[in-house]
Nanobody, 126 residues
């Protein structure tokens, strides 16, 4: 059974940093794509960063986080991290990790990913 689990959320002041981690287990091969989505209350999930593991580790970012967030592969198979620097109040939300075994055409769309974690809360507030 495939399971996706996030960790590392918390509360920080504006300008602070956090690192989120994600592990996707129960799959003997490497997931083709893994990604981070963010959901703000009252809005849908938006893709903020993705990594194409079978594409040499190619990364993609939403414009809102470029230059501040970095997605990377972890040391273990099917693990990723999201390093978040210079956090802003508008970064507050629930962060979800997603994974898929197929090639993903539009990484920022939730329908492209078949496996999801339960989410971890990030709060940026003074």
């Amino acid at each position: 059974q495939i399971r996706v689990a996030e960790s590392g959320g918390g509360s920080v002041p504006p300008g602070g940093s956090l690192t989120l981690s994600c592990e996707a287990s129960g799959y003997s091969s490497t997931f083709n794509w893994m990604a981070w989505f963010r959901q703000i209350p009252g809005k849908g999930r938006e893709g903020i960063a993705a990594i194409w593991s079978n594409g040499g580790g190619t990364t993609e970012y939403d414009d809102s986080v470029k230059g501040r967030f970095t997605i990377s592969q972890g040391d273990a198979k099917n693990t990723i991290r999201l390093q978040m620097n210079n956090l802003r109040s508008e970064d507050t939300g629930t962060y979800y990790c997603a994974a898929d075994r197929r090639y993903v055409g539009k990484w920022s769309e939730t329908r492209e990913f078949g496996f999801w974690g339960q989410g971890t809360q990030v709060t940026v507030s003074s």
